[in-house]
């Protein structure tokens, strides 16, 4: 009996098992003191954290950072920009042990805010941030003004950073409706759907201290809403109890 057929099969279904268990094995980098200090000094977030919890956000940032590449456009990333970008995107899913961000690839950071057509030198520009769609799915662009922004004392409930990283959560299950259905178990979807829009009714009233952009659509409310949880979560949770409770729920984790 000829084998040669059966060991050429075996042969090629060996390769494909190393071609793609390769391409899956996630890179790893170690941080440096330096990247410590910057976070120490920067993220109020980090700073909060005890020891142990210290080290699980240092081992998801060099995760982070070891496998999605930060580019500047008309601009230098610096240390600091890598390591804020890094926290904006850990943040958000520091309450899961196994959350990877399979749908981004590149963050791009502007040195300031670009337009629809991605300019930032002239114009009219006022977007922040972005997560790309269509022939930019798979990157996410940032303003790096707006970016260092959010991680400074005069930021208030805004945080550009996680505010785009939420987004992409969001967007993680193929829609970005403001329903992480990842996160969101499906007896709590409805409840969550109502009271988006009993707070964006509040917001239009001006009973509420919510950024008024939330009520653009669903996405953004939740956007929003989260740069608040994890930027001012005392404020939140005296403020609006019941979202902030929900909002602990979604991403598994108590402030």
Do not use: C
């Amino acid at each position: 009996m000829n084998y040669t057929p059966y060991l050429i099969l075996l042969v090629f279904l060996v390769v494909a098992l190393y071609l793609i268990l390769r391409k899956r094995q996630r890179k790893f980098i170690v941080l440096f003191k330096e990247d410590r200090k910057l976070l120490a000094e920067n993220v109020d977030f980090y700073k909060a954290l005890n020891k142990k919890q210290k080290q699980r956000f240092e081992l998801k940032l060099s995760d982070f950072l070891a496998n999605v590449a930060i580019e500047g456009v008309g601009t230098e990333v610096t240390a600091l920009d890598r390591v804020l970008v890094g926290a904006s995107a850990v943040i958000p899913i520091f309450g899961f042990n196994d959350w990877k961000y399979q749908n981004l690839g590149t963050v791009v950071l502007y040195p300031d805010t670009f337009n629809k057509d991605f300019e930032f030198a002239e114009g009219d520009r006022n977007i922040l941030g972005m997560v790309g769609d269509g022939y930019m799915n798979g990157q996410m662009i940032l303003s790096q003004s707006a970016l260092r922004h959010g991680f400074s004392k005069s930021a208030g409930n805004s945080n550009t950073g996680i505010h785009e990283f939420v987004h992409l959560i969001d967007k993680s299950d193929g829609a970005t409706d403001g329903i992480p259905q990842h996160l969101i178990k499906h007896e709590y979807v409805m409840p969550w759907v109502k009271m988006m829009h009993q707070e964006i009714r509040k917001i239009d009233d001006n009973r509420s201290d919510i950024n008024p952009y939330a009520t653009t659509n669903e996405a953004e409310f939740f956007a929003v809403v989260s740069e608040y949880f994890f930027e001012n979560p005392e404020r939140l949770k005296d403020r609006h109890p019941d979202l902030y409770a929900n909002l602990s729920r979604i991403f598994g984790q108590k402030i």
